[in-house]
């Protein structure tokens, strides 16, 4: 089955640094790569997501680029602020709206 | 944007008694729900996907007796862990899926359960 690898596990930033989280995919029938933000006790919030075929979408302050052949995917946020401050996950699935195999997280800390 | 509600947010149990769990989504029929499981500090992982009107599909490893889900609606999917135990508290998270085709998946709140 897929199995999603993320990195860093924590990440410190300065505010108004950028922040990137990587991740590796295994299985390459995945075709939907999403990134959620997950705050303390709370569900995760899809912050933005990319399908296989398109190499890279922005939005605003955050991109997600995505390399098919090299099976890895990233998220890039720039002019970083305190409230950006929480846990990401990136995820793969076969379909859109379909099971996710989520990777380990990235606790995200920006320093103001 | 579509919302998820699941119930109750939170609930402490006695070891050994069962807790339902309810996934609902409110503005919208869900045809497929899927049930997470999230312990603390770690990712989260899928336990079981929930279709309307049939059974659901556990993933391997997770007992289906054990973690019993009904999905008698298209706007609610119930999770009961029954006869839980300490290793059991978790936070549990739903995700529904539109009915129409090519949508994501909207997650809930989630429910923190601590069995004592």
């Known amino acids: 089955g897929e199995n999603v690898e993320q990195h860093p596990s924590t990440l410190s930033v300065q505010e108004g640094d950028s922040a990137v989280i990587k991740c590796t995919y295994s299985d390459s029938a995945s075709n939907y790569f999403p990134w959620y933000k997950q705050e303390l006790g709370k569900g995760p919030q899809l912050i933005i997501d990319?399908?296989?075929?398109?190499g890279e979408k922005k939005d605003q302050r955050i991109a997600v680029t995505l390399n098919k052949t090299a099976k890895h995917f990233s998220l890039h946020i720039t002019e970083t602020q305190p409230e950006d401050s929480a846990v990401y996950f990136c995820?793969?699935?076969?379909?859109?709206?379909?099971?996710?195999?989520f990777g380990a997280g990235t606790i995200l800390r920006v320093k103001s | 944007g579509a919302v998820v509600s699941q119930h109750p947010s939170w609930v402490i149990c006695k070891s050994g008694t069962s807790v339902k769990i309810e996934c609902r989504s409110l503005?919208?029929?869900?045809?497929?729900m899927f049930w997470y499981r999230q312990f603390p500090k770690q990712s989260l992982m899928l336990m079981a996907t929930?279709?309307?009107?049939?059974?659901?599909?556990?993933e391997q490893g997770v007992e289906k007796d054990k973690f019993l889900i009904n999905h008698a609606s298209l706007t609610l999917s119930t999770l009961t862990v029954t006869s839980a135990h300490p290793e059991d508290s978790s936070f549990y998270i739903c995700?529904?899926?539109?009915?129409?085709?090519?949508?994501?998946?909207?997650f809930g709140q989630g429910t923190r359960l601590t069995v004592v």
């Open positions: 929930s279709n309307e009107g049939s059974k659901a599909t556990y």
């Open positions: 995820a793969a699935s076969m379909e859109y709206g379909n099971k996710l195999v």
């Open positions: 995700s529904a899926r539109p009915h129409r085709v090519g949508t994501e998946a909207f």
């Open positions: 990319i399908r296989s075929n398109v």
């Open positions: 503005d919208f029929q869900a045809t497929t």
